[in-house]
C-alpha cells in the first residue's frame, strides 16, 4: 500500500483516541488535516442568533455575488432556508446584504477579500488597512499573498483573525459590547502577543526601555501617524507612559481644525495616560497652536482634581485595570519572556483603552472600578512586580497605586511646564502651571513626583548623591550606638539619586559593627520601614553585600519579635532584597534561602498557608525559583497539613 494512505489512515485512526480538545487542535492544523486525507466541513455562524451555513458554500456564494453585481445569489442555511446574497459595487467599495422571504435583512460585514478579480481584493485591503491602522508588515504580508492568487477560505478566516488582533478593532468590538452590558474578564483582556505589539510597538529585543522608545515605539508611532493623523494620534497617545515617548509626537501634520475638535474629544473622554502625553505635546506646540492652551488647562485641572481615594476617580479605575490586565498577562504567559517595562507598557497602554471605552459609554466608573476589583488580581501582580525587580530594581510594584499615579502625572506636567515655559504666554495658563504659587505647585509633594516611572526601572536618572548628605550619612553611621534613623538619609535617596554600591556597603559595615543591634527599634511598624528601606537601597545599588546584612537584621528582629507585620511583608522584603542579585541563579538563591528560613520559623498556621501558595503561585511564574523554594515548600506543606 502506498506510504502517504497509510499514513492518512492512521492519522485518521489516531484521531478518535485523542481527548476532544486535542482532537480540535488538530483539526484546526492545516497540515494535519493535509496528510490525514481527513475531509472536513465548517459550520459558519453569523451572529449569535443569525442562520449558520456551510462555510466552503457560503464563500462561495460571495464570490459569485462580487462576479455579478446586483444579482441575487440564492445560499442555503443548515435548516433548509433559502437566502438571497446580493453584493452591489458603490463607488470604489461593495456593499453586501443577505435576506429571505422568512426573515428580514440580515446585516453583512465587506468580504470583498473574497473576491477572484486582483484589484477588488488588494483595494479593500488598503482601504481597511488605513482604517483599522493595521501594522506594515501585516499589510505587505497580506498584499503579497492576495496578489499571487485569490485567497482560500482557510486564508480569508485567518485574515479576519488577523484583523481582530488590532487594537482599532478591538476598540469597536468592546464598545458594542459594553452598550449591550455584554461584558466578561475574558473579553476584556486579548491573550494573542500580536494585539499588544500593535497596539505598542514590538520590543525587537530592546534590553533598556530608551532602547525600545527609540526603535519600537517610535517606529509604531511614525506608522500610526502616516496612516490616519487623527486616529493614529489617538492610539499613539496610549503608548505615552513616559515623556520620551510623548516627544516623538509632532502635530505639524494634523489639520488644526481637526486638531481642536480632537482635544475637545480627548479633553471629555479621554483616559488620563493620553490626557498626560497631549498636555506634553500641546505644551511644546503652543507657539504654532495656541487654540490648543484651553484644553491644556480643563486636562490638568481635571487631573489635579481628582481624588485619589474615590473608586469614582478616573485614576483609581486606571489603577485597577493596569493591575488586573498586568495580572492577566503575566498569569497567561502572552508576551513571553520580555523585559518588566514591556509588560508594563503593554498593561498601561491597553488598560487606558479600556478606561477610555468606559468614559465613552458613560457606564458608572465607580460601579465598573469595584466589579474589577473584584476580579482580584492584586497578588499576581505584586508577586510578577516583586520577581521584576531583578531585572528592574528602581521600580516598585505599589508604585502603580493611584496616589503614586497622581504625582507620576503631576510630576510630568511640571516637567513639560519647564520645558516650555517660554511658549506659555496664556495668563490662566502661567497661574495653573508655573511658579511656586501655581495650582500645580501647590499640589507637588516632594518626593513622591521624582520617584521613577513606569519606563524608569532600570535606569539610574537622577543626580548623583550629594556630597554633603554622604558625609552626613558617614558621621550618623559611625556612631558608637548606632541609631535605626542613622539609615534614613541613605534610604530615603535611594530611589532620587543615582547612588553607587560603596554607598550602600556603608550600611553595610555600619550593621556588622555593632553585630546587627540598633537603638530605637521598638516600634515594629517602623522596624519593617527599616528593613524595606535597605532592602529598596540594597536593590537598587546591586550591593549583594548589603543584601546578606538586610537578612541577618531581618533574622535578628523576626526571633526577637521585633517585626510583626507577618510573612507577607516578609516575602515581599525578601525578593525585594533578592534584587541585589542581577545573575538568575544568585537571585533564586538568595531568596530561596530567605523563604526557607521563614518557613521553617512560623508557628502559625493560617499564615503558613497563605505563605505556602504564595510560594506556589511565585514559582509559576518564574520557575527558576523552584529549585531553591523546594524545601520551603515541603517544609510549609508538612505543617499546614
Given at each position: 500500500?502506498?506510504r ?11 484521531l478518535?483516541?485523542f ?8 483539526l ?5 488535516i ?7 466541513s ?5 451572529g449569535?442568533d ?10 462561495d ?7 455579478e453585481p446586483?444579482g ?9 432556508l433559502?437566502w438571497?446574497l446580493?453584493?452591489e ?7 453586501f446584504?443577505?435576506g429571505s422571504?422568512?426573515r428580514?435583512?440580515f446585516p453583512l ?7 477572484e478579480?486582483?484589484?477588488i481584493r ?6 481597511i488597512?488605513a ?5 506594515s508588515?501585516s499589510?505587505?504580508n497580506?498584499?503579497?499573498r492576495m496578489?499571487?492568487?485569490p485567497?482560500?477560505?482557510d486564508d ?18 468592546l464598545?458594542e ?6 461584558i466578561?474578564?475574558s473579553?476584556l483582556?486579548p ?5 499588544y505589539?500593535?497596539l ?13 522608545i527609540?526603535t ?11 496612516v490616519n493623523n487623527?486616529?493614529g ?5 496610549l503608548?505615552?507612559s ?5 516627544k516623538s509626537?509632532k502635530?505639524n501634520?494634523?489639520d488644526?481644525d481637526?486638531l481642536v475638535?480632537f482635544?475637545r474629544?480627548?479633553t471629555e473622554?479621554?483616559?488620563p495616560l493620553?490626557q498626560?502625553g497631549a498636555v506634553?505635546?500641546?505644551l511644546?506646540?503652543?507657539d ?7 484644553f491644556?488647562e480643563?486636562?490638568?485641572s481635571?487631573?489635579?482634581s481628582?481624588d485619589?481615594e474615590?473608586?469614582?476617580?478616573i485614576?483609581?479605575?486606571l489603577?485597577t485595570?493596569?493591575?488586573?490586565v498586568?495580572?492577566e498577562l503575566a498569569k497567561?504567559?502572552?508576551?513571553g ?18 478606561v477610555?471605552?468606559?468614559?465613552e ?7 465598573f472600578?469595584r466589579?474589577a476589583r473584584?476580579l482580584?488580581?492584586n497578588e ?10 531583578r531585572?528592574?530594581?528602581?521600580w516598585l510594584?505599589?508604585?502603580i497605586g493611584?496616589?503614586q499615579?497622581?504625582f507620576e502625572?503631576?510630576?510630568r506636567f511640571?516637567n513639560?511646564?519647564i520645558?516650555?515655559?517660554?511658549q ?5 495658563l ?5 511658579g511656586e504659587k501655581?495650582k ?8 513622591y ?31 558608637t550606638?548606632l541609631e535605626?534613623?542613622?539609615?534614613a538619609?541613605?534610604?530615603n535617596g535611594?530611589?532620587?539619586f543615582n547612588m553607587?554600591?560603596?554607598?550602600a556597603?556603608l550600611a553595610a559595615?555600619?550593621l556588622?559593627r555593632?553585630g ?5 527599634t521598638?516600634n515594629?511598624?517602623?522596624?519593617f520601614?527599616?528593613?524595606?528601606g535597605l532592602?529598596v537601597?540594597a536593590a537598587?545599588t546591586r550591593?549583594g553585600?548589603?543584601?546578606e546584612a538586610v537578612?541577618v ?5 523576626r526571633?526577637?519579635r521585633?517585626?510583626t507585620?507577618?510573612l ?7 525578593l525585594v532584597t ?6 538568575p ?8 534561602e530567605?523563604?526557607t528560613e ?5 508557628s502559625?498556621?493560617?499564615a503558613a498557608?497563605a505563605?505556602?501558595?504564595r ?5 509559576k511564574l ?9 524545601t520551603?515548600?515541603a517544609a510549609?506543606d508538612?505543617?499546614v497539613?
Amino acid at each position: 500500500m502506498n506510504r502517504e494512505i497509510i499514513d492518512g489512515l492512521l492519522g485518521q485512526a489516531a484521531l478518535g483516541l485523542f481527548h476532544p480538545d486535542i482532537q480540535r487542535s488538530l483539526l484546526e492544523d492545516q497540515d494535519f488535516i493535509r496528510n490525514s486525507k481527513i475531509s472536513t466541513s465548517t459550520i459558519l455562524s453569523l451572529g449569535q442568533d443569525g442562520p449558520r451555513y456551510n462555510r466552503s458554500k457560503f464563500f462561495d456564494g460571495i464570490r459569485k455575488a462580487i462576479r455579478e453585481p446586483g444579482g441575487a445569489i440564492p445560499v442555503e442555511d443548515q435548516g433548509g432556508l433559502v437566502w438571497q446574497l446580493i453584493a452591489e459595487h458603490r463607488e470604489d467599495r461593495f456593499t453586501f446584504s443577505l435576506g429571505s422571504k422568512e426573515r428580514g435583512p440580515f446585516p453583512l460585514t465587506d468580504h470583498s477579500a473574497l473576491a477572484e478579480d486582483l484589484s477588488i481584493r488588494t483595494n479593500w485591503l488598503e482601504r481597511i488597512a488605513a482604517d483599522i491602522l493595521l501594522d506594515s508588515a501585516s499589510r505587505k504580508n497580506w498584499l503579497y499573498r492576495m496578489r499571487n492568487s485569490p485567497i482560500t477560505d482557510d486564508d480569508f478566516v485567518e485574515l479576519m483573525r488577523d484583523i481582530d488582533l488590532t487594537p482599532v478593532n478591538f476598540l469597536e468590538d468592546l464598545q458594542e459590547r459594553l452598550k449591550q452590558s455584554d461584558i466578561t474578564w475574558s473579553t476584556l483582556v486579548p491573550l494573542e502577543s500580536r494585539y499588544y505589539e500593535r497596539l505598542i510597538g514590538l520590543s525587537e529585543g530592546s534590553a533598556t526601555a530608551s532602547e525600545y522608545i527609540e526603535t519600537g515605539a517610535k517606529f509604531r508611532i511614525a506608522e500610526l501617524l502616516l496612516v490616519n493623523n487623527l486616529s493614529g494620534l489617538s492610539f499613539a497617545l496610549l503608548m505615552c507612559s513616559a515623556g520620551g515617548i510623548s516627544k516623538s509626537i509632532k502635530l505639524n501634520q494634523v489639520d488644526r481644525d481637526e486638531l481642536v475638535k480632537f482635544y475637545r474629544w480627548l479633553t471629555e473622554y479621554g483616559d488620563p495616560l493620553s490626557q498626560v502625553g497631549a498636555v506634553e505635546i500641546a505644551l511644546s506646540h503652543l507657539d504654532i497652536l495656541p487654540e490648543l492652551a484651553p484644553f491644556v488647562e480643563q486636562i490638568v485641572s481635571g487631573l489635579l482634581s481628582e481624588d485619589p481615594e474615590n473608586d469614582g476617580s478616573i485614576l483609581v479605575l486606571l489603577s485597577t485595570l493596569v493591575i488586573a490586565v498586568t495580572s492577566e498577562l503575566a498569569k497567561n504567559r502572552i508576551l513571553g519572556d520580555i523585559p518588566p517595562f514591556y509588560l508594563r507598557q503593554a498593561a498601561i497602554a491597553h488598560a487606558s483603552l479600556l478606561v477610555r471605552a468606559i468614559k465613552e459609554s458613560r457606564i458608572d466608573i465607580a460601579s465598573f472600578t469595584r466589579w474589577a476589583r473584584i476580579l482580584d488580581g492584586n497578588e499576581i501582580y505584586l508577586l510578577r512586580g516583586l520577581i521584576d525587580l531583578r531585572r528592574e530594581p528602581r521600580w516598585l510594584p505599589e508604585f502603580i497605586g493611584t496616589n503614586q499615579l497622581r504625582f507620576e502625572f503631576i510630576g510630568r506636567f511640571s516637567n513639560a511646564a519647564i520645558q516650555n515655559e517660554g511658549q506659555i504666554k496664556q495668563n490662566t495658563l502661567q497661574k495653573l502651571l508655573l511658579g511656586e504659587k501655581s495650582k500645580l505647585a501647590q499640589a507637588f509633594r516632594w518626593p513622591y513626583p521624582n520617584f521613577p516611572g513606569p519606563m524608569e526601572g532600570s535606569a539610574a536618572l537622577g543626580p548623583i548623591f550629594p556630597n554633603d548628605a554622604l558625609r552626613e550619612v558617614e558621621t550618623a553611621l559611625e556612631s558608637t550606638r548606632l541609631e535605626a534613623n542613622a539609615f534614613a538619609v541613605l534610604i530615603n535617596g535611594a530611589l532620587l539619586f543615582n547612588m553607587r554600591e560603596d554607598m550602600a556597603c556603608l550600611a553595610a559595615a555600619a550593621l556588622r559593627r555593632v553585630g546587627f543591634s540598633l537603638e530605637g527599634t521598638e516600634n515594629t511598624d517602623d522596624n519593617f520601614r527599616l528593613i524595606g528601606g535597605l532592602a529598596v537601597l540594597a536593590a537598587v545599588t546591586r550591593c549583594g553585600d548589603l543584601a546578606e546584612a538586610v537578612r541577618v537584621l531581618a533574622r535578628g528582629m523576626r526571633r526577637r519579635r521585633q517585626l510583626t507585620g507577618g510573612l507577607d511583608k516578609e516575602l515581599r522584603i525578601a525578593l525585594v532584597t533578592a534584587a541585589s542579585f542581577e545573575e538568575p541563579e544568585a537571585w533564586s538563591r538568595f531568596a530561596g534561602e530567605w523563604l526557607t528560613e521563614v518557613s521553617f520559623e512560623t508557628s502559625d498556621k493560617m499564615a503558613a498557608k497563605a505563605l505556602l501558595h504564595r510560594l506556589r503561585q511565585l514559582v509559576k511564574l518564574e520557575p527558576i525559583l523552584a529549585k531553591h523554594c523546594a524545601t520551603a515548600d515541603a517544609a510549609l506543606d508538612a505543617f499546614v497539613h
